[in-house]
């Protein structure tokens, strides 16, 4: 098994402040920008059903699932349901925002839109890798359909460029998954926020899930854990495997993985190192489908893990959705 491996990881890279390669990676980059000036009228049902769907779920997900060992207000099978459900409550919470901060901003939609289609006067955007070349283009088209100010650039949330105090909110998508120095990053993000500022992360897959390394499931469902399982070197023989990939829908998918580009930390973890600058307002956990059809299949493997000292929910969670509160 890894896990040692992974615990060395965990410790050596999260105690350092990540540098990231100057390098404009836009001519590797086969995205493309999109705008997207009106939000489809069934993410707006969606958000409006998610919070009383996921209620009424409850008792039904509390009887199939464990125990889970740490603050939560929804659970979810999936994805359904849960970033709406925390979308809707971050929405009821929020008045009007002066600057918001994106990081991972990417080619400028998802998280980015959503904001500046709510009127806010101010985005900027972050993402650890350049995309300058696309950005000069994009930038420019966001800036002036939305009427606001609209800048990206390349910074690490482990070290944001902006004075203290200049947000509002600060909203990730599929982000702190891949943050080494989770605790930085709390830090950075309550520095930059106003007091009694918001901070949205809705991040995953976990690590130690089914598909944690965002790659090992290219070799199959049943191999869904093999990023744990394995030894070292039969792991990086997989990951090194750069033909099975061409034959997938993502020749990219090992990217993360051959970069050690992981917080490499459980969901307690995170929570904890939220709740030392923040107030949890609001958490929903996404349980993994994949990783209970994995638990049915392959007993003998779960078991192995538990016995390895990984706990079930940490095994089961694939994500998490966490609203906090910059304390005042």
């Known amino acids: 098994m890894r896990l040692a491996r992974i615990e060395t990881l965990r410790r050596t890279l999260g105690a350092q402040i990540q540098q990231f390669p100057a ?69 009821a919470q929020v008045g009007a925002l002066r600057a918001v901060l994106v990081p991972g901003c990417y080619l400028g939609s998802g998280d980015v839109q959503s904001w500046l289609r709510r009127g806010v006067p101010r985005l900027e955007g972050i993402d650890v890798y350049s995309l300058q070349k696309r950005w000069e283009e994009l930038v420019p088209t966001l800036a002036r359909h939305y009427r606001a100010q609209v800048r990206f650039r390349q910074a690490s949330v482990e070290a944001l460029p902006f004075d203290d105090g200049t947000f509002d909110l600060i909203s990730s998508a599929a982000v702190l998954e891949h943050v080494r120095n989770l605790s930085a990053m709390v830090d950075e993000t309550a520095r930059v926020l106003v007091p009694g500022g918001w901070a949205h992360h809705d991040f995953g897959p976990l690590y130690y899930t089914w598909g944690g390394d965002h790659c090992i499931a290219a070799h199959g469902d049943d191999a ?65 489908t994949e990783a209970l059809r994995f638990r049915r299949r392959h007993p003998d493997r779960w078991r192995r893990l538990l016995a390895a000292g990984v706990r079930e929910s940490t095994l089961l969670v694939k994500s998490l959705a966490v609203i906090g509160q910059k304390r005042r």
């Open 224 to 288: 869904g854990y093999d990023h744990l399982l394995l030894d070292e070197p039969d792991y990086q023989a997989r990951i090194s495997d750069q033909a099975r990939y061409n034959r997938g829908s993502d020749p990219n998918l090992p990217f993360w993985a051959r970069r050690d580009q992981f917080s490499f930390a459980d969901p307690e973890t995170y929570l904890d190192e939220l709740a030392r600058r923040f107030e949890l307002r609001h958490v929903v956990v996404k349980i993994s």
């Open 23 to 91: 390098e404009d990676i836009s001519d590797r980059v086969h995205g493309r920008f999109e705008l997207l000036p009106t939000e489809p009228a069934r993410r707006r049902l969606a958000r409006r059903l998610a919070p009383l769907a996921l209620r009424l779920a409850r008792p039904a997900l509390h009887t199939a699932l464990p125990k889970l060992p740490f603050r939560h207000d929804l659970v979810t099978l999936g994805e359904r349901f849960g970033s709406d459900a925390s979308l809707a409550y971050l929405y």
